[in-house]
C-alpha cells in the first residue's frame, strides 16, 4: 500500500522543573533526550515530542505515548506542582514525493491558504493551532529523520483532521504533480516454481511488494508463456504500475527469489510491456553471477523492512520449503 500522507508526532511545550519531570517521566514512559535537531529521528506519529524548560535553554525529549495519556498521568498521581505552564505546538503532516516536491508544496500553499516556510522556522511558529506540512521522498511506513525531509514545509492554519483528509482525497493527484516528466510503469511478474507452490509465492511475493511500496498492484490471474516455439506452459502473473524504474523492482525480485545463502527456490521473471528485464541489465558486471547477486539482494530487500515483516516473509517462506513435492510437470522454470 503507497503511503502518501500521514501525520507526525505531536509536540508540546511544558515550562517548570525540568529536572523533576524527567524524573517523573522515567517511572512510566518509553522517553528519549536528543538534541533539537534530531529528536524527530524514528519516531512516528504515536510519539510526543516535549519541548522542556524556557526560551533559550530547552530540552528536547520523545515520548512513546500521546499528549492526553502523559497529562491524565500527571494529573493522577499529584504530579502537576512542577509543571508551570503548558502549550500545544501545531500539529504536522507528512507528504511523500517522487522527484520535485516544489510544484506540490506550492499548489498546497495556494489551495490551503498557507504560506510556505522554511523547516528550520518550525519551532518559532507562534500559533497554537493550524499545521506544518513537510515533504520527503522517503516511504511514510519507515522510521524518518530530520535529513529526510525537504528544507520547505508550508503552514496552513486549519484543523489537522480536517486538512488531513482534505489532502488524502487529493493525494494521489499531487503525488503524480511531483513526478514531473515521469511515468507510471506497466509491469507484469511472471512466476514459476517447479513445485508448483504458486499460492504461497503469491502470497509472499505481494505482501513484500506491499512492504517495499514498489508500487500498485493491479491485477493477478493464470496466463500463457512459450519454453519453446508451440509449447506452452502455464504461468501465474502479477501485475502492477510502480513509479520506479523497472530495474529497481528487478533488484528487489531477484533476492526474493533466494533463501538463506544462495539457494534459488523460485523464478520472477518481469516484463515491461513485453520487453523482459534480465539479471544483467541490473548489475552491469558488479556480481559474477546471479547467486551471488541474489545473496545480495536479498540483504538488501530485508534492510529496507520492519521486523515484524521480516518475521511474516520468513513464516511464509518456511511454508514454501515445507512444501517440495512436484504437483503439475509443465509448471517449471524455463
Same mark, same amino acid.
Given at each position: 500500500?503507497?503511503?502518501?500522507?500521514?501525520?507526525?508526532?505531536? %509536540?508540546v511545550?511544558m #515550562?517548570?522543573?525540568?529536572?523533576?519531570?524527567l524524573?517523573?517521566?522515567?517511572?512510566?514512559f518509553?522517553?528519549?533526550?536528543?538534541?533539537?535537531?534530531?529528536?524527530?529521528?524514528?519516531?512516528?506519529?504515536?510519539?510526543?515530542?516535549?519541548?522542556?524548560? #524556557?526560551?533559550?535553554?530547552?530540552?528536547? %525529549?520523545?515520548?512513546?505515548?500521546?499528549?492526553?495519556?502523559?497529562?491524565?498521568?500527571?494529573?493522577?498521581?499529584?504530579?502537576?506542582?512542577?509543571?508551570?505552564?503548558?502549550?500545544?505546538?501545531?500539529r504536522?503532516?507528512?507528504?511523500?514525493?517522487?522527484?520535485?516536491?516544489?510544484?506540490v508544496?506550492?499548489?498546497?500553499?495556494?489551495?490551503?491558504?498557507?504560506?510556505?516556510?522554511?523547516?528550520?522556522?518550525?519551532?518559532?511558529?507562534?500559533?497554537?493551532?493550524?499545521?506544518?506540512?513537510s515533504?520527503?521522498?522517503?516511504?511514510?511506513?519507515?522510521?524518518?529523520?530530520?535529513?529526510d525531509?525537504?528544507?520547505?514545509?508550508v503552514?496552513?492554519?486549519?484543523?489537522?483532521?480536517?486538512l488531513?483528509?482534505?489532502?488524502?482525497?487529493?493525494?494521489?493527484?499531487?503525488?503524480?504533480?511531483?513526478?514531473?516528466?515521469?511515468?507510471?510503469?506497466?509491469?507484469?511478474?511472471?512466476?514459476?516454481?517447479?513445485?508448483?507452490?504458486?499460492?504461497?509465492?503469491?502470497?509472499?511475493?505481494?505482501?513484500?511488494?506491499?512492504?517495499?511500496?514498489?508500487?500498485?498492484?493491479?491485477?493477478?490471474?493464470?496466463?500463457?508463456?512459450?519454453a519453446?516455439?508451440?509449447?506452452? %506452459?502455464?504461468?501465474?502473473?502479477?501485475?502492477?504500475?510502480?513509479?520506479?524504474d523497472?530495474k529497481?523492482?528487478?533488484?528487489?525480485?531477484?533476492g526474493?527469489?533466494?533463501?538463506?545463502?544462495?539457494?534459488?527456490?523460485?523464478?520472477?521473471?518481469?516484463?515491461?510491456?513485453?520487453?523482459?528485464?534480465?539479471?544483467t541489465?541490473?548489475?552491469a558486471?558488479?556480481?559474477?553471477?546471479?547467486?551471488?547477486?541474489?545473496?545480495?539482494?536479498?540483504?538488501e %530487500?530485508?534492510?529496507?523492512?520492519?521486523p515484524?515483516?521480516?518475521?511474516?516473509?520468513?513464516?511464509?517462506?518456511?511454508?514454501?520449503?515445507?512444501?517440495?513435492?512436484?504437483?503439475?510437470?509443465?509448471?517449471?522454470?524455463?
Amino acid at each position: 500500500m503507497l503511503s502518501i500522507v500521514r501525520s507526525g508526532p505531536r %509536540v508540546v511545550r511544558m #515550562e517548570g522543573n525540568v529536572s523533576e519531570i524527567l524524573c517523573w517521566l522515567e517511572g512510566g514512559f518509553s522517553f528519549s533526550e536528543s538534541p533539537k535537531e534530531r529528536v524527530f529521528d524514528g519516531i512516528g506519529e504515536d510519539s510526543t515530542v516535549l519541548v522542556l524548560g #524556557e526560551r533559550g535553554c530547552e530540552r528536547y %525529549v520523545a515520548v512513546d505515548s500521546f499528549p492526553d495519556v502523559i497529562l491524565a498521568a500527571m494529573l493522577t498521581e499529584g504530579a502537576c506542582s512542577m509543571i508551570k505552564s503548558v502549550r500545544r505546538l501545531p500539529r504536522s503532516i507528512l507528504f511523500r514525493v517522487h522527484g520535485d516536491y516544489r510544484p506540490v508544496m506550492e499548489e498546497i500553499a495556494e489551495d490551503f491558504g498557507g504560506r510556505i516556510s522554511s523547516l528550520e522556522s518550525i519551532w518559532d511558529w507562534d500559533s497554537d493551532s493550524g499545521v506544518i506540512i513537510s515533504f520527503t521522498p522517503k516511504s511514510l511506513a519507515r522510521p524518518l529523520t530530520m535529513g529526510d525531509m525537504e528544507k520547505d514545509v508550508v503552514l496552513v492554519s486549519m484543523p489537522h483532521e480536517t486538512l488531513r483528509t482534505r489532502l488524502r482525497r487529493r493525494a494521489m493527484y499531487l503525488f503524480n504533480r511531483s513526478m514531473e516528466k515521469a511515468e507510471w510503469r506497466q509491469l507484469e511478474i511472471r512466476i514459476y516454481d517447479a513445485f508448483g507452490r504458486y499460492g504461497l509465492h503469491v502470497e509472499r511475493l505481494t505482501k513484500a511488494l506491499d512492504d517495499l511500496e514498489l508500487g500498485l498492484l493491479v491485477g493477478e490471474g493464470w496466463g500463457k508463456d512459450y519454453a519453446h516455439i508451440l509449447m506452452p %506452459v502455464s504461468v501465474y502473473c502479477i501485475r502492477l504500475f510502480s513509479f520506479f524504474d523497472a530495474k529497481v523492482v528487478k533488484k528487489a525480485l531477484v533476492g526474493l527469489e533466494y533463501v538463506e545463502g544462495t539457494d534459488r527456490f523460485a523464478d520472477f521473471d518481469l516484463y515491461e510491456t513485453k520487453r523482459k528485464i534480465s539479471w544483467t541489465d541490473v548489475v552491469a558486471g558488479a556480481y559474477p553471477d546471479r547467486n551471488s547477486m541474489g545473496a545480495a539482494m536479498r540483504e538488501e %530487500v530485508r534492510a529496507m523492512l520492519e521486523p515484524d515483516q521480516i518475521e511474516e516473509l520468513d513464516r511464509l517462506e518456511a511454508k514454501i520449503l515445507a512444501c517440495a513435492e512436484p504437483s503439475r510437470g509443465e509448471k517449471r522454470w524455463h
